[in-house]
């Protein structure tokens, strides 16, 4: 065929009609092109990045070391491991929280909790200035002039506000402007709905360091029933902000340990606390006092001495340390819970001792009038359990009241007791059990009928 022949053919295949399904078929193989590419370029970066790890972890944690999985975690427990034990810990806190009471590790996350431990064992806590069920209750004017406003339950610094009075204004520390009362307010309510900041609310005393208007060095001393595995000393240049925090690992003779925590900035002109034998026998005590195998203790270095800022049962993130040192740290969780067994097969008993402050007036303790409320929950609740895990959650808590099925999918449950205890469990109402998928509640106040026990209707 000539030139002029394949011109003609040109012409006349632009003159036919186009032809959708073969358009549609075309898009679809390139924009299934296009995302096979990308999702090949996703996992080559992903290979890569597995295959520099291999490279560095000899490196780092010496001829021999074991293979490790994403998280560092050994991938078979060939001996003692910390992060073995404290990944166990996890999994075991979720399982319990579904389906069973709460053991005495999760009470220990409460920091008002903690803070009746730590007094009970002598050591320093920071003043209670007040304590509410409820955000609507706290009164920010009958505070002193600086404070730290706090959720018991507040998850890192999302539920923890340094607060000082500036004029008919507060000023919260890493916030640029002076803020009103109700905005204040509205800050813990954003937390709260975020479920970073449960109730019950306090207020506290606002620490100092050693120097005018230093932020108190932050000491987090991980203890194993009266054994010290390390102290983190950390820095904290500017409030909830992490870019600004540098960190420093001593053992309980204050020997520097070095970078075994990679992922940390590490700064190793950090000085020890002057009263360093004060924090190290401090956490010794409070560890013992908690009554449990490990516990991570947080305290201040403050213008008054070493202060007990609150204990957490399981430090977030890998926490990993090298080989070596995730074997020490195994050790000493094994050591450690084999004498809390001999302790409390000698008759130790299970829960710790506590003491509350005896000077918080009682027009700001929390109050013990009994509460009602009707709760409507909505989403995937039903055929999951949900029922039967709120009676638990309820009897472990000591509310009273029902719970049931609607027509429409949805649960309806009366809940009423203390306030505290119906806090707590409306907060689990919106979460639900492991399979649920809570899409809204709905709350109605009511008055209490008097129920003493709680059931599931049908």
Same mark, same amino acid.
């Given at each position: 065929?000539?030139n002029?022949?394949?011109?003609?053919?040109?012409?006349?295949?632009?003159?036919?009609?186009?032809?959708?399904?073969?358009?549609?078929?075309?898009?679809?193989?390139?924009?299934?092109?296009?995302?096979?590419k990308?999702?090949? &370029? +996703?996992?080559? !970066?992903?290979? /890569?990045?597995?295959?520099?790890? *291999? %490279?560095?972890?000899?490196?780092?944690?010496?001829? #021999?070391?074991?293979?490790?999985?994403?998280?560092?975690?050994?991938?078979?427990?060939?001996?003692?491991?910390?992060?073995?034990?404290?990944?166990?810990?996890?999994?075991?806190?979720?399982?319990?929280?579904?389906?069973?009471p709460?053991?005495?590790?999760?009470?220990?996350?409460?920091?008002?909790?903690?803070?009746?431990?730590?007094?009970?064992?002598?050591?320093?806590?920071?003043?209670?200035?007040?304590?509410?069920?409820?955000?609507?209750?706290?009164?920010?004017?009958?505070?002193p002039?600086?404070?730290?406003?706090?959720?018991?339950?507040?998850?890192?610094?999302?539920?923890v506000?340094?607060?000082?009075?500036?004029g008919?204004?507060?000023?919260?520390?890493?916030i640029?402007e002076?803020?009103?009362?109700?905005?204040?307010?509205?800050?813990?309510r &954003? +937390?709260?709905? !975020?479920?970073? /900041?449960?109730?019950?609310?306090? *207020? %506290?005393?606002?620490?100092?360091?050693?120097?005018? #208007?230093?932020?108190?060095?932050?000491?987090?001393v991980?203890?194993?029933?009266?054994?010290?595995?390390?102290?983190?000393?950390?820095?904290?240049?500017?409030?909830?902000?992490?870019?600004?925090?540098?960190?420093?690992?001593?053992?309980?003779?204050?020997?520097?340990?070095?970078?075994?925590?990679?992922?940390?900035t590490?700064?190793?002109?950090?000085?020890?606390?002057?009263?360093?034998e004060?924090?190290?026998?401090?956490a010794?005590?409070?560890?013992?006092?908690?009554?449990?195998?490990?516990?991570?203790?947080?305290?201040?270095?403050?213008?008054?001495?070493?202060?007990?800022?609150?204990?957490?049962?399981?430090?977030?993130?890998?926490?990993?340390?090298?080989?070596?040192?995730?074997?020490v740290?195994?050790?000493?969780?094994?050591?450690?819970?084999?004498?809390?067994?001999?302790?409390?097969? /000698?008759?130790?008993?299970?829960?710790?001792?506590?003491?509350?402050?005896?000077?918080?007036?009682?027009?700001?303790?929390?109050s013990?009038?009994?509460?009602?409320?009707?709760?409507?929950?909505?989403?995937?609740?039903?055929?999951?359990?949900?029922?039967?895990?709120?009676?638990r959650?309820?009897?472990?808590?000591?509310v009273?009241g029902?719970?049931?099925?609607?027509?429409?999918?949805?649960?309806?449950?009366?809940?009423?007791?203390?306030?505290?205890?119906?806090?707590?469990?409306?907060?689990?109402?919106?979460?639900g059990?492991?399979?649920?998928?809570?899409?809204?509640?709905?709350?109605?106040?009511?008055?209490?009928?008097?129920?003493?026990?709680?059931?599931?209707?049908r």
């Amino acid at each position: 065929m000539g030139n002029n022949g394949r011109v003609c053919v040109r012409q006349l295949i632009r003159q036919l009609p186009p032809l959708r399904w073969r358009d549609e078929r075309i898009r679809e193989l390139r924009a299934t092109n296009r995302t096979q590419k990308a999702r090949l &370029e +996703a996992l080559s !970066a992903e290979l /890569a990045e597995w295959r520099a790890r *291999a %490279e560095e972890e000899p490196r780092r944690d010496g001829v #021999g070391a074991p293979r490790t999985g994403p998280k560092g975690l050994p991938e078979a427990a060939g001996g003692p491991s910390f992060q073995y034990m404290l990944e166990s810990e996890r999994r075991i806190a979720v399982v319990r929280r579904k389906d069973g009471p709460a053991p005495l590790r999760i009470s220990l996350a409460g920091k008002l909790y903690s803070q009746s431990i730590a007094r009970a064992a002598g050591v320093r806590v920071p003043a209670i200035y007040g304590i509410w069920n409820s955000i609507e209750e706290i009164d920010l004017a009958a505070l002193p002039e600086e404070f730290v406003l706090k959720s018991d339950r507040g998850s890192n610094s999302k539920g923890v506000f340094p607060i000082v009075r500036a004029g008919d204004r507060y000023q919260i520390a890493g916030i640029a402007e002076p803020v009103t009362a109700e905005q204040v307010l509205d800050r813990l309510r &954003e +937390a709260k709905e !975020a479920r970073r /900041a449960p109730a019950p609310y306090f *207020a %506290e005393q606002y620490l100092h360091g050693r120097e005018d #208007g230093e932020v108190p060095p932050d000491i987090k001393v991980y203890a194993f029933y009266g054994e010290i595995g390390h102290v983190h000393l950390r820095a904290v240049g500017r409030h909830a902000d992490n870019s600004s925090v540098v960190s420093k690992f001593v053992d309980a003779d204050g020997t520097d340990l070095g970078a075994i925590d990679p992922s940390r900035t590490i700064d190793p002109t950090l000085a020890l606390p002057e009263a360093f034998e004060e924090v190290v026998q401090a956490a010794r005590t409070l560890s013992k006092a908690a009554k449990v195998p490990f516990i991570r203790v947080d305290l201040y270095e403050t213008a008054d001495g070493i202060c007990f800022g609150e204990y957490t049962t399981r430090p977030g993130g890998t926490q990993w340390y090298g080989v070596e040192h995730d074997r020490v740290l195994g050790k000493r969780w094994e050591r450690a819970q084999s004498r809390l067994d001999a302790d409390r097969t /000698a008759g130790m008993p299970l829960e710790p001792d506590t003491l509350e402050p005896e000077d918080l007036p009682s027009s700001r303790r929390p109050s013990t009038d009994r509460i009602a409320r009707r709760v409507h929950v909505a989403g995937h609740v039903q055929g999951v359990g949900y029922r039967m895990h709120c009676s638990r959650t309820a009897e472990r808590l000591g509310v009273a009241g029902w719970v049931r099925n609607l027509p429409d999918g949805a649960v309806q449950a009366w809940v009423e007791g203390a306030p505290d205890a119906v806090g707590s469990l409306l907060d689990w109402l919106a979460t639900g059990p492991r399979n649920a998928e809570v899409t809204g509640t709905q709350i109605t106040e009511e008055d209490p009928q008097g129920l003493s026990s709680f059931e599931i209707r049908r």
